[in-house]
Structure formats: C-alpha cells, structure tokens
C-alpha cells in the first residue's frame, strides 16, 4: 500500500466533513487492490441519521487511488425534497458533508468556484427540486453576485441583537452562508425570543422560523404573528399528535 496516497485520501475524507471514522476502512480496501472501491458513512447531522457511500478508483497510469464522489441519503420527509444526490470531490464545484446536507434539507450555501478559465467568483447555490440535470438528479441552481442578494441587509430588516455586536454578526453571516438554519435572538416589543433564520436567495429574504419548524411572519420591525394558512394549521395539528401520543384519525 502507498503510504503517501492513503494519507492524501485519508485527509480528503476528513476534510469533506466525514470524520476519522472510514481510516480503517479505507486502508484495507486499498490493500485488496481494486480498481474501484466503495466506504460507507453514517452519521448523525442536526440530530437527523444520514447516510452516504463515498466512490474511490485507482489511476490508469499507477496504483494511486482518488476520491471521486459520494452520494448523500436522507430519510426521506417530503415528496419535494431530493433523498438522494451524487456530490463530487475534485472539480470546481466542491461541497462538504454538511453543506450537502443543508442543500438537500432544502436550504442555500454561499461558495467559491471557479470559471473554466480558473477565476474564481462567488455564488448562492440551491437545489432546484423542480428541474432534472442529465444525470436525472436535482439541478443545482446558482444566485451570483450580481443577482444582488445581501444577506447582511435582510436581516438588519429585523430586531435580532447578535447583528449589533460584530462578532456574534460575522458568526450568524458564516453559519447562514453554510447553509445553516442558525438560531439568533429577537428584540421584540413583548422581551426577547429565540427564533431561527435561514438565508433565502432566491426571493432576496431571510426565513424566519419559530422553535417547531413552523414559519413566522413580521407585521413590523418589533411584533411578528405566526402565519396562518392551512399548511401551517397541518404541521400544528401534527405537532399536538406528536405530542399526545395519538395516531391521526385515533380519539
């Protein structure tokens, strides 16, 4: 076995958001010799259970193996959301275990790539659960700069105290552009809540969302109200079964 190439790889997988976890793993399988090789992960992310195969292969020209891809599995919990999606290590378009995973919960990550001609530019990038690429997987949509979303902007819109203080501001920014649903403190005119937020390029917005996943809607800069609409009036109904033990339709 090639030392030098199993530590190379070993720091890939870590570096990739999967853990110290696949080292054994890794190295038998590259001792057997194979083209091709596979590792499987499971982990916990945001207490959710996930799981994803990671897909090596050896060079044509020496024994030296690569980390190509790995497909990412979610439990699934809604017919509009991908349970499944190939992510790729070496190319121009790189994501972590974690950004994959907030991609495919629905949310969007904030990256660096780079052009085919090796300059770098900045984009928003969200899974478009509308539209298939050719590989019949979920198409990756892209928001760049000069789609002029500012995150920063949006959420001065609102009272919430950690954008005032310049540390805990540059922590919130971070964490959203990871793709985060980060929890932050709103100043409100009846004392101060905990509410989670979650960067929305596409619509130039933040979401805003209460304890329970259930979204919330300001009348102004000091008061919010819970929005009421039927799908909201479900994920309560859902919530108080949860919570009382009962199946739907069981008295």
């Not at 499987?40 to 020496?62: D, N, P, Y």
């Not at 974690?98 to 919960?105: G, T, V």
């Amino acid at each position: 076995m090639n030392k030098e190439n199993y530590d190379y790889l070993k720091d890939q997988i870590f570096y990739a958001g999967f853990g110290n976890k696949l080292h054994e793993a890794l190295q038998s399988k590259i001792s057997r010799g194979k083209k091709e090789f596979q590792l499987h992960f499971q982990g916990v992310i945001s207490g959710q259970t996930v799981s994803a195969e990671l897909q090596f292969s050896q060079s044509r020209k020496t024994e030296h193996y690569f980390f190509n891809s790995y497909t990412l599995e979610l439990p699934s919990n809604s017919k509009e959301e991908p349970s499944k999606r190939k992510f790729f290590v070496n190319g121009r378009e790189r994501f972590t275990l974690k950004e994959a995973y907030n991609l495919m919960s629905g949310r969007s990550v904030h990256k660096q790539f780079t052009n085919m001609n090796g300059e770098p530019y900045r984009a928003w990038c969200q899974l478009d659960t509308k539209e298939m690429d050719i590989q019949g997987q979920y198409r990756m949509s892209k928001f760049y700069e000069s789609y002029g979303y500012d995150l920063e902007k949006q959420l001065e819109r609102f009272p919430i105290r950690e954008i005032s203080d310049p540390d805990s501001r540059k922590q919130v920014l971070e964490s959203l552009k990871r793709g985060n649903r980060q929890l932050v403190t709103f100043d409100l005119s009846s004392g101060p809540e905990k509410l989670y937020v979650e960067a929305l390029p596409r619509f130039k917005a933040v979401c805003i969302y209460n304890g329970e996943g259930i979204r919330q809607e300001f009348i102004d800069d000091r008061q919010h109200v819970q929005r009421n609409s039927a799908k909201v009036q479900e994920q309560q109904r859902q919530i108080q079964v949860r919570r009382s033990g009962h199946k739907p339709g069981k008295p």
